[in-house]
């Protein structure tokens, strides 16, 4: 398993690429990115404050329990912070397992986990000011079903 | 002495990202009261107590949570992530 709370860009394609390379025994791999949505052109950047120490032990933590859930192979979390523009990859998630149930639903475990209980807090940075992003109710009820 | 850390509109309405206190406080409660009268702009922060989240030593907490030996409180609004 590897994590990587980052400030800088990284290339998705190459980083599923050697995910998936270094799986042995993996028949499914599942990727899920998230990008900084940018709502109609009104986006200038987005910021990505988080609580170093914290981020990397809360995280480490929902993949091992996910690796207790589910029968995984592996698993990659890599989440930036710092600013950001529109369509950038903020963070992915893979999975690998032996077959696609355990990858799929751990893929979507940890993310919704990352949404709700990983310290990061988006700022929205528009023409006219900057606002925080509001967490979801959707969010936190999305936990509920794990 | 406790640290205590500040994150996203908690961190810019009390104007600084972190603080060092030598309290009495034996839980979380209790030192949100003793952080509420130092400021304004702390006021301010902790006035909406249903949109706080807190954690203890690097790990989420109620509010209920003892003080004893806590090194870092950290306080901010539910999180963004993912």
Redesign the interface.
Known sequence: MRLSVQEAAFDLGAESNAFAAAVSGAGAVVTFT?LVRDNGGSLAAMEI?H?P??TE??ITAMMQEAKTRWSLVDALVI?RFGVLKGSEP??MVATAARHRADAFAAAEFL?DY??????????EIGADGAA????QQTD?DALRRW | MIDILYFAWLRERIGTNRERLETTAATVSDLVAELEARSEGHALAFADKTSLRVAVDQELADFSAPLAGVREVAFFPPMTGG
């Open positions: 998230g404050e609580y120490g914290m032990r809360a989440h903020i963070m993310m990352l949404k709700s209980r990983a310290p990061f807090w988006k700022k925080w992003v509001a967490a936190e």
